[in-house]
């Protein structure tokens, strides 16, 4: 029976004690802009983007540059009246690159350029704005794990109100059967609301890059069958856990500056970051590079120009030689391609349009969600505190001996859901918060 009862004493020290043991395995404050240095330095997405930028920018550079230039030489024997020999043809021949239209291939590299820029910064903003969002969830996330702990404590006076009434005869055993599966219940809603705090320790860490960390390791007890038997002393157990914060006050993830707020946005302030957006900023800059490279492509049309000079040897006599390649643009091949990127740079412009009116739609769309969210959790909070205050009276009640003890926990464990459902409501506005981010491409917390 002692050994029994150890074991399942420790099951249940570490269900109860998860949620601090969880928090005092990190002992880490970053500033805000640590947090955002360390999210840039870990962005696979900010890598991809300069590699291509990089490797985009030397194949632009190459073709702005001239081609090796060649040396062509012949030769042939000859023979006059007088005499015969070798006569011979050597010329170092050039392609060059006309400068009005190199000019032309520059902008579209300065587009390009400008294109990167833009890419990069919205590239990060997203970054940070899923980063933020699974921070805020996680400390939320911590905040209903205490909760789900307490209810779980809840389910487990319960169960030990339901144990005695059995013994004592007052209830039946299928009435017993219930409270205990109440009870398990409570428990593997708690163990989903850990998973879900790990799933969220995991992302962050993978954003942060934090490799060194470690995660909490929780034993399983895979035989709960005789669990009652230490219920009374399980009980006090995560009462002591649940009252000791010393470690949770000081060992966990915190990032300063970084916090659930409220989002007041008037439509004047929406409508200019709508207009400013780095999607159609982006968009832009595609445009020019296309409308640059149709100007290009239609101006290219001495693109296999070739120039040679060199010296020319008859008999007994030496001469300077001129050569030249011109070609003849009479066939609709540059007209093609001066189509193609006009056809793009048209394309863009349709897009630009259209772009424009989603980031609208969707970013009122979610200004109001977040109107009415704001509202739902002011009431929430309004409920809370009503339950809060129930609960509190039941609980006079209980001490006058006027209401039981079963009443009093099954309205205390009513004031917990409470708390519960408020915290998911605001786990819900930053979910909200975090899709207008993405929709306007920038975050309301700045960055830089």
């Known amino acids: 029976m002692q050994t029994t009862q150890g074991f399942l004493r420790k099951y249940m020290y570490v269900i109860g004690f998860f949620c601090v043991y969880h928090i005092s395995l990190f002992a880490q404050t970053f500033e805000l802009q640590d947090f955002v240095k360390a999210i840039d330095k870990n962005a696979i997405s900010l890598i991809d983007n300069k590699a291509q930028f990089e490797s985009m920018l030397a194949e632009r550079k190459s073709s702005i540059a001239w081609e090796y230039p060649t040396i062509e030489a012949s030769g042939n024997t000859a023979k006059d009246t007088n005499k015969s020999g070798v006569e011979w043809d050597m010329s170092i021949v050039a392609k060059p690159k006309l400068w009005w239209v190199n000019a032309l291939l520059k902008q579209s590299l300065q587009a390009k350029g400008e294109q990167y820029q833009k890419t990069h910064n919205l590239l990060r903003n997203l970054n940070f704005i899923n980063a933020k969002r699974i921070y805020l969830t996680y400390v939320a996330t911590k905040e209903k794990c205490r909760y789900y702990l307490k209810r779980e404590e809840n389910f487990l006076k319960l169960l030990h109100i339901a144990k005695k009434r059995l013994e004592g005869g007052s209830i039946s055993r299928k009435d017993y059967v219930s409270?205990?599966?109440?009870?398990?219940?409570?428990?593997?809603?708690?163990?989903?609301?850990?998973?879900?705090?790990?799933?969220?320790?995991?992302?962050?860490?993978?954003?942060?890059?934090?490799?060194?960390?470690?995660?909490?390791?929780?034993?399983?007890?895979?035989?709960?069958?005789?669990?009652?038997?230490?219920?009374?002393?399980?009980?006090h157990s995560i009462e002591n856990i649940e009252n000791d914060d010393s470690d949770t006050k000081h060992n966990e993830i915190i990032i300063k500056g970084l916090e659930f707020q409220f989002i007041d946005m008037q439509q004047s302030l929406l409508d200019q970051k709508i207009q400013s957006s780095l999607y159609t900023e982006i968009l832009d800059s595609q445009t020019k590079e296309y409308k640059s490279l149709a100007q290009y492509e239609g101006q290219n049309l001495w693109g296999n120009l070739e120039v040679g000079i060199g010296v020319n040897h008859s008999l007994s006599s030496y001469n300077p030689s001129l050569k030249t390649t011109i070609p003849l643009p009479v066939t609709r091949k540059q007209s093609h391609l001066k189509a193609k990127y006009m056809a793009l740079e048209s394309g863009t412009l349709a897009k630009t349009n259209i772009t424009k009116k989603q980031i609208a739609i969707k970013a009122k769309a979610y200004l109001q969600e977040l109107a009415l969210q704001r509202k739902y959790i002011d009431i929430a909070k309004q409920n809370t505190q009503a339950k809060q205050h129930l609960a509190e009276l039941n609980r006079l009640g209980y001490e006058a001996q006027q209401v039981t003890l079963f009443e009093y926990i099954t309205q205390e464990n009513a004031f917990v859901d409470s708390q519960i459902a408020l915290v998911n409501s605001q786990i819900k506005y930053i979910d909200i918060v975090a899709l207008l981010e993405e929709t306007l491409g920038e975050s309301f917390t700045k960055i830089d």
Not at 200 to 208: A, D, E, G, V
Request: overall charge negative; hydrophobic content about 45%; charged content about 25%.
């Open 179 to 235: 409270f205990e599966v109440a009870y398990l219940d409570s428990t593997l809603a708690s163990v989903a609301v850990r998973n879900e705090l790990l799933e969220l320790q995991k992302n962050l860490f993978m954003f942060m890059g934090l490799d060194k960390q470690h995660y909490a390791h929780i034993s399983t007890n895979k035989d709960n069958t005789n669990m009652l038997y230490a219920i009374e002393k399980e009980l």
